[in-house]
């Protein structure tokens, strides 16, 4: 059993590609927790931005997180109806290309790829801030922490989405009961006392009005907890990934995290205003966050209080999976129309595309590394991608239904869907332009040069590669065979034997001097064995016998000499392939790396590197022990 | 100009050799620091051991030090023999060999590699302790300091060793001429007074004697003492770096080298003995190093103090360099005769030993690590390598001189140079043998047995591949051709022409579903164009049209369809080997390797690795960009 079967499992045949698709009960966990956790900064963020409105802001919260679900309600229904249109992936890439052309394609697919990967460094680094805040021990470890997080998402997403989603499961359905608790022991409360509950632990008293009520704060302050819907679209990117049908599993998966969430917004919104809870500054002593002020006053301080606090932090710190479920995804399709890698489209050893998820995790560790684990000034870049994306979906689905009969009640779900994301798009530009914003701006267009300048190299590949007409068939002499030798031995017996097999022309070449100016050579001996037990018999036989060339290597590399041979050779033998054959003892064990000094190996690659079309290298493969086929795998079990 | 061009120089041709070799300008530098820098450690060792003498110990010191100058003196005789009987190597692993035997040899050797690498790790640390002493706010830096040295000594051995000899001739001449100042200033004062000098910054005060004096204290202070001389069989380990005539430079480079040694070691002892200086506790506060009270006795504490400790400082940080020309060349000879891995024996671009260099960096660098840059405590097992060597190198020239007619007087003095190494080995052994010479005493054997399986690895090679007999010509037919082909295009036609030029029979293989289940597959597209396109006409032509095969690739591995395919293909060609024949777009650009998959030396590898014997590869490069030959490098002048 090797190392990689014990990181990532055993490798997976094609066949078994139906058997590693998600259901609703993993599909919820492996995509939803991007959705999910936003609950838990989604409202912060809103009240943080009404802060200055002191305890007034209360009154106000209500005006901003309804239009929010108004949005919710209006991006539910349009990618209800985005994945009923495009069952096999509904993602923004594929909708806006198909619909609005390849540009529209790859500003969603640039937006897309930025915003996973922000929301893998931001998601892993916002959780591990609160685990922090609840543990202070732990500040020295910021950064371990969030690389070691990294590392485990990405070795589960490396053995398969679905793992991941087994994974996450307990997790996932453990806040959702918590809060579910919560919610609904804070509304009976609320409505026994007419709306004025008592908090067990109060939440911090709230100051006066610094300023006041002003459009603007609102509008920034609904920008602000507009971060609450990205993930939505998740489940749209990753329709590849559901079981058959994926229609009814993707809207059922849908549907579970629209309706979670939604009713968690709605019951932070109204439990906040009945119990009073404002924001508080993060920068101050003291600070709590407004999730803790509301499970201290409706839990206490008490076992279930900790636990619960746990679930939302343990779902904050692997909200990232959702990129690792949607990116390498994405990329793939981005791939297969040949504006990334090739390499991203191929699936790995456990059917998943393990490119993708690499890239990923390289990215956002980078991210983490560079911004010390704390990645709080990477979050005002973050909205704009999400809400971009959201707007070029609602948009393709607008003109995919404009020209489909009978779809008008689709097509103004849509519109509504369109306006309304493409407003709230520009109000998070507008607002958070300053602080960061401009950056995303900035680097979609590089992105989608890179992503244009890819697709140019496999253009210009494919009009190189692609043949003019059919074979045409000339009757070519065998090509000229040069030997690569280093001594009269049964490596080149064997290599020679193939070597006058396949031509009438053989050479074989010996390099002297390899090792330096001192190398002993037996070069006198070596001629006169060959004159005895090669060229002799071969003249006996009847066949030209192969000539020795003894080549200096002034500079100790051997192709140089070899090329220069075949310069001169050239002309001899016009129009002729030249063939140089390569002896090679194959090293099965690990010691025999120190032990040779690659020769064989670095010639092959330099004389392919430099030597031109008319040459070909031929690898003769010599073994010392029995050969492992490594046909000998387990087939595996058919589910 | 590339990084390597830049770091390490030019290239060189072999016929550069000569213009690449050391005079003793360059050679005392080069090999003599390790002898020159124990001048600053051996007395001070010595002094350590007498210590419980207290004032007593300078009585006792002339005993010590005058059998240590006797000691060197027969070394001296001795190794300007050995030089002399053999000029192109007369180190101690080729003089036990060739009159000891091999497995003299091996022991000689493998105490030299191991005192080697110690040399280094143990001189670098001890410069930097010196260093951080005088300026203790170096103290954090230790190990990078250390890393930094080591890194910088290996970039300049790795330029070449007369490289290394300018650069450090300012640090060694500079020693050199300060300690003559010291030296002459200090006995020229001593005479005026009668012997008895006014110290300018006197010297710590020493106490009454703790215990009395006794033959034990002597030996164990002679064993420390000796440190002292290790470094002198450098020179005839290294006479392949030496200018033509070899003797006669290696004759002026050991006399320079012991001559300065004698003159200090005498100097030293005479001058601690004069101004009262005895060794001070080390782990006591004001600790100062004789040579340091000895300075401040005769120069004060003015510029010329500090200028002198910095040189005999940068003298033990750089005296690694002499591990740095003898290890390479000991390797090197080592591994001709097979007991180290080829590579060792091959000179790099520089015509040095690059191998060698890197395994003594990578070994030093490893011990620096491991114990932080603080290696007092790998002391004790450094002096037994040493006079190992001392002693086999000796006993090896008494055997060779007895052989050898009318050289009576040269049999005396090896004689007595190797009962004398040998009897200071012994006392070397007893006295430290607790303090860790045990350690090399139970590695030596290990390294041993590893030289020995290593040759025997080789041993079996060479059984494995000799030819029994003179080449059998069999008119064998052409092999089985299998063309890898991915689509049909110009790479595939290339490599068909070839194909068809080779054998008659050719089976073009392509593998569906290589990228996964989902891959978009063109098979039937395929199949029409190759049934329109090279069937057709090379039906048309008379000639076997060559079949496509699809292989499915359940595993996306390419290699194990082809060897299940060559598998089933073996029985209906009995005999004839099957070539496996693979079109590569040479990556000519560095982007180039992100853009494509690998596939073709993924495959390429798999075969040669799991194919058997029968199986040969055959590499047809396809190139998007003009050709570099690589040959265009400028000629080097001549010198």
Redesign the interface.
């Known amino acids: 059993m090797s190392l990689l079967d014990i990181l990532l499992g055993r490798?997976?045949?094609?066949?078994e590609?139906e058997t590693r698709k998600l259901g609703v009960l993993e599909g919820v966990p492996a995509m939803g927790l991007d959705g999910l956790g936003s609950s838990a900064y989604g409202p912060e963020a809103a009240l943080t931005v009404l802060m200055p409105l002191g305890a007034g802001s209360l009154d106000y919260i209500g005006w901003v997180m309804a239009p929010i679900l108004v949005l919710l309600a209006i991006l539910f229904a349009s990618y209800w109806q985005t994945i009923r249109a495009y069952p096999s992936n509904g993602g923004a890439y594929v909708v806006a290309k198909e619909n609005m052309g390849r540009d529209a394609g790859l500003l969603a697919a640039g937006a897309l790829m930025i915003d996973y990967v922000l929301n893998v460094a931001v998601g892993i680094s916002a959780g591990v801030a609160a685990l922090v805040s609840l543990l202070p021990g732990l500040h020295p470890y910021i950064l371990p922490l969030c690389l070691g997080i990294l590392a485990l998402l990405t070795l589960l997403n490396l053995r398969g989405t679905i793992e991941a989603g087994w994974f996450l499961a307990l997790p996932t359905y453990g806040f959702i009961a918590c809060f579910a608790i919560v919610l609904a022991l804070g509304v009976y409360r609320a409505m026994l006392s007419g709306g004025n509950p008592a908090a067990i632990v109060p939440p911090a008293a709230l100051p006066q009005a610094g300023v006041a009520f002003g459009l603007w704060l609102v509008l920034r302050a609904f920008a602000a907890g507009c971060t609450a819907m990205t993930g939505v679209e998740a489940v749209s990117n990753s329709m590849?990934a559901f079981r058959d049908p994926p229609v009814v599993h993707g809207h059922r998966t849908l549907a579970a995290i629209v309706a979670i969430l939604a009713v968690l917004l709605a019951g932070i919104a109204y439990l906040t205003a009945v119990y009073r809870i404002g924001a508080l500054d993060q920068t101050q002593d003291g600070y709590r966050s407004v999730l803790a002020q509301l499970f201290g006053a409706v839990l206490g301080q008490g076992v279930w209080y900790q636990l619960s606090l746990g679930c939302v932090i343990c779902v904050l710190v692997f909200s990232a999976n959702t990129s690792f479920v949607g990116f390498p995804r994405l990329c793939r399709m981005v791939a297969?129309d040949g504006f990334l890698?090739?390499?991203f489209?191929?699936?790995?050893?456990r059917?998943v595309f393990s490119v993708g998820i690499l890239y990923l995790a390289g990215a956002a560790g980078l991210l983490l590394l560079v911004f010390s684990g704390i990645t709080d000034r990477l979050i005002p870049l973050f909205a704009i991608g999400a809400f971009l994306t959201f707007t070029l979906s609602q948009t393709g689905m607008v003109m995919h239904w404009r020209r489909t009969e009978g779809a008008r009640l689709n097509f103004w779900i849509n519109t509504i869907g369109a306006a309304a994301t493409g407003a709230a798009l520009l109000v998070i530009v507008v607002a958070k332009f300053g602080e960061g914003a401009w950056i995303t701006i900035l680097i979609i267009p590089c992105v989608i040069a890179l992503l244009k300048s890819?697709q140019h190299?496999?253009r210009?590949?494919q009009a190189?590669?692609?043949?003019p007409?059919?074979?045409?068939?000339?009757r070519?002499?065998?090509?000229v065979v040069l030997v690569a030798t280093e001594?009269?031995?049964?490596?080149?017996?064997?290599a020679?034997?193939?070597a006058?097999?396949?031509s009438p022309d053989v050479i074989a070449i010996h390099l002297s001097?390899?090792?330096?100016?001192?190398?002993?050579e037996h070069d006198d001996g070596l001629r006169r064995r060959w004159a005895?037990?090669?060229e002799?018999?071969?003249a006996?036989?009847g066949?030209v016998p192969p000539r020795l060339l003894l080549l200096?290597?002034?500079?100790?590399a051997m192709?140089?000499p070899v090329?220069?041979l075949v310069?001169e050779l050239q002309p001899r033998f016009e129009g002729r392939?030249i063939?140089v054959l390569i002896p090679?003892?194959?090293k099965?064990r690990w010691y025999q790396h120190?032990?040779?000094?690659r020769r064989a190996r670095h010639l092959?690659a330099?004389l392919?590197?430099?030597?031109?079309?008319r040459?070909?290298?031929?690898?003769?493969?010599?073994?010392?022990d029995a050969?492992?086929?490594?046909?000998e795998?387990p087939a595996p079990p058919a589910r």
Chains 1, 2 share one sequence.
Do not use: C
């Open positions: 490798r997976l045949a094609n066949r590609y590849s297969e890698p090739k390499p489209a191929m699936a790995g050893r059917l890819i190299y496999y210009e590949l190189q590669l692609r043949p007409e059919p074979l045409k068939i000339e070519s002499e065998p090509p001594d009269w031995n049964r490596l080149t017996e064997q020679l034997r193939l006058l097999a396949l001097h390899l090792s330096g100016p001192e190398a002993v005895d037990e090669v002799a018999p071969t006996a036989a066949l200096p290597a002034q500079y100790r192709h140089e090329l220069k310069q392939r063939a090679e003892i194959v099965q120190f032990l040779h000094a092959r330099q392919l590197r430099h030597g031109g079309t040459l070909t290298v031929i690898s003769v493969p010599w073994y010392l050969v492992q086929t490594g046909l795998d």
